[in-house]
Structure formats: structure tokens, C-alpha cells
């Protein structure tokens, strides 16, 4: 029988194991991934197209090699045209709306301001007449740095869309690697999967699939609640923007809901800026709504993300919006999505015996 001594070492070796290897993934993920994230994209894409080309090469009697060949070509001009297309209508939008910003304060914002400037001052006239030259001498000059600071804000934005344009040439070298990659991972995948189970024994290899299916499995059941998610917070927006009259809602609500993915960007990214500008051009009606509209996604959105994502990965709702939580903040979008992702695995490999880090119900 296991002696005390023998438990608590054991459970002290374990725990600094364990705490090694989350250290070294932390590690790899916070600085390396971006290393070989060219790499590691070209193989998810070379593995996703694997099946369809050995599918058609049987059906087609075409050599597998020119169907892989076709294939990747064919997804990444779709993506291409996609991106193309999304991304230029976005960043003339975003770049238009920025440009006008000290314009819409010189002709909308700072009439505003000095008509409740006046109101003030006339009920304060009768009162104490030097509580009026106080008002408006502060008020004057809170008008004047308004004025300044929105203009430094916008010069600003453009020149962080100018730093943005600067970091292209490194961001296209690392795309092209991908296409590359993908086309020479795509045809010879076969081949290269065979070459790594050479190096490992039965044993690893077993587990090394079982890891391979769940995660493959998971990652689908995370595109598909996201998905979901999507698809509500779409019906959300198209409903409530068209109920505020807005045109082309539908269309507008698809693109926000795009961006709603991104923890940076997110529904608040567009809706708050674009209800602030309403209300400054005191179209208070819009305005309010956008921020109604706004507070009912974001609710709606912390309700049921816990509990489609946690749902589908076997996760206790509040451990899954703590894993999210805790993921955002070390590793941004990956770690929203790969922490919740990185417990389920772990959840199952201790379910299944490969690994024993905690006990699980009898049944």
C-alpha cells in the first residue's frame, strides 16, 4: 500500500511536471507560434483538403498530386477574392469616417457645445454675473482643446492606418510562405504523415491520433457554435437596425457580425463610435438605439456563449467563461478560443486514462 510520504511526493512531482509543460506551452504559444504560424496554417488547410482530393482522385481517376494541386489553388482564390473585396470596402469606410471627424465637429459638435454654453450662461446671468465670465472663459477653453485633441485624434487614427500599411510587406511574406507550404504540404501529405508515425512508437502514435480526432472534433463543434452565435447576433443586428430604420441593415449587420468574433473589435467597436456620432449630429433617436441595441447583444452574447461553447466541449458554463477570460488576456484570440479547447482535451485524456490528473464521477 502507497505510504502518505510516496502520495505526497508523487502528487509534488506530478504538479511540477504538469506546471512545466503548461510553462513551455505558454511559452511556445506566446512566441513561437507566430515563428511557424505560416507553417502550421498551410498544414490545417493541407490536412482539411486532404480527404476532398483523395475523394475526387478516386471518383475522377486523376492523379491525387494535380487534385491537391487544383484544390489549394482554387481555396485560396476564393479566400483571396473574399478578402479583397471585404477588406477594401472596410478600410475606405473606416478611413472616410475618421477623415470626417474634425469636420463633423467643426460643423455639428462645436455648435452644439456653444448653444448649451449660451443656454448656461443665461441662467446664470440674473444669479452672479461673474459666474458667467467664469463659465465662459473654462468653457472657451475646453471648446479650443475639444477642437484640438479631436483633430490630433483623427491625424492619429490615419497614421495608425499608415503603421498598419507599414507592417504589410512582413505580413504578405508570411502569407505567401502559407500558399506555398500548403501546395507542397497538400500533395505530398501523405507522405510526410507516414514519415512522423516512423518516429514514434505504437504507444505514442495511438495516443497521438486520439489527440488528433478530439481536437479535430472540438475544433468543429467550436466553428459550429460560433457559428451559431454568429447567426443570432446577426438576426439581432438586421432586426434592430432596420427596426431604427438604418438602410441596408441586413448587409451592415453581416459585416458587424463578422466583426463580432474579435474580442478587440466586437460589436462595441462599431456600434458605440457609430451612436456617438449620431448623437453629436443630434439624431439622438438613432443614437440611443444603436446603445440599446448595443447593451441587449452584449447581454445576450455573455448568456449564451458560456453555454453553447461549454455545452459542446463537455465544460461547466463558469469554467468555460473563466478559461476564455483567462485565455483573452494572455494570448488574445488564441487563447479564447484555445484555452476552453486545451481543458476539453484534457477533460477526455483524463476520462480516458491516458493521463490522471483529477478523479472523475463513478458511473
Not at 440599446?292 to 466541449?313: A, D, S
Amino acid at each position: 500500500m502507497e505510504s502518505q510520504y510516496d502520495k505526497k511526493k508523487h502528487f509534488i512531482v506530478n504538479t511540477v511536471y504538469i506546471s512545466l509543460i503548461v510553462i513551455l506551452v505558454y511559452i511556445f504559444l506566446k512566441y513561437g507560434l507566430s515563428l511557424i504560424s505560416p507553417f502550421a496554417f498551410a498544414t490545417i488547410i493541407a490536412y482539411i483538403l486532404n480527404k476532398p482530393a483523395e475523394k475526387i482522385s478516386k471518383s475522377l481517376k486523376i492523379p491525387r498530386k494535380l487534385v491537391s494541386f487544383a484544390l489549394v489553388l482554387i481555396f485560396y482564390a476564393i479566400i483571396g477574392i473574399v478578402i479583397s473585396f471585404i477588406g477594401i470596402r472596410f478600410v475606405s469606410g473606416i478611413s472616410k469616417i475618421i477623415s470626417s471627424l474634425p469636420s463633423i465637429y467643426e460643423k455639428q459638435l462645436g455648435p452644439f457645445l456653444i448653444n448649451i454654453s449660451e443656454r448656461i450662461k443665461d441662467a446664470f446671468y440674473n444669479i452672479d454675473p461673474a459666474i458667467v465670465e467664469m463659465i465662459s472663459e473654462g468653457f472657451n477653453q475646453f471648446v479650443s482643446s475639444l477642437g484640438e485633441h479631436i483633430t490630433n485624434f483623427s491625424l492619429s487614427l490615419l497614421g495608425s492606418l499608415s503603421n498598419i500599411a507599414s507592417v504589410l510587406p512582413g505580413f504578405f511574406v508570411k502569407v505567401l510562405l502559407t500558399i506555398i507550404s500548403t501546395f507542397f504540404i497538400a500533395i505530398d501529405f501523405d507522405s510526410l504523415v507516414d514519415f512522423i508515425k516512423r518516429q514514434f512508437s505504437p504507444k505514442v502514435n495511438k495516443m497521438m491520433d486520439n489527440i488528433r480526432g478530439y481536437f479535430v472534433n472540438t475544433l468543429f463543434v467550436i466553428i459550429k457554435s460560433y457559428g451559431l452565435i454568429m447567426l443570432i447576433t446577426f438576426i439581432e443586428l438586421s432586426v434592430g437596425l432596420s427596426i431604427l430604420g438604418i438602410s441596408n441593415a441586413i448587409l451592415i449587420g453581416f459585416l458587424i457580425a463578422l466583426l463580432d468574433i474579435l474580442p478587440i473589435i466586437g460589436t462595441g467597436g462599431i456600434l458605440i463610435p457609430w451612436s456617438i456620432i449620431e448623437l453629436i449630429q443630434k439624431d439622438f433617436g438613432t443614437g440611443i438605439g444603436l446603445i440599446l441595441l448595443y447593451v441587449f447583444i452584449t447581454i445576450v452574447r455573455n448568456i449564451i456563449e458560456p453555454k453553447f461553447v461549454g455545452k459542446q466541449l463537455g465544460l461547466h458554463p463558469v469554467v468555460t467563461l473563466m478559461s476564455m477570460f483567462i485565455g483573452t488576456k494572455l494570448l488574445g484570440i488564441v487563447g479564447l478560443f484555445g484555452f476552453p479547447i486545451a481543458l476539453s482535451l484534457i477533460l477526455h485524456l483524463n476520462s480516458t486514462g491516458v493521463i490522471k490528473l483529477f478523479k472523475q464521477k463513478n458511473t
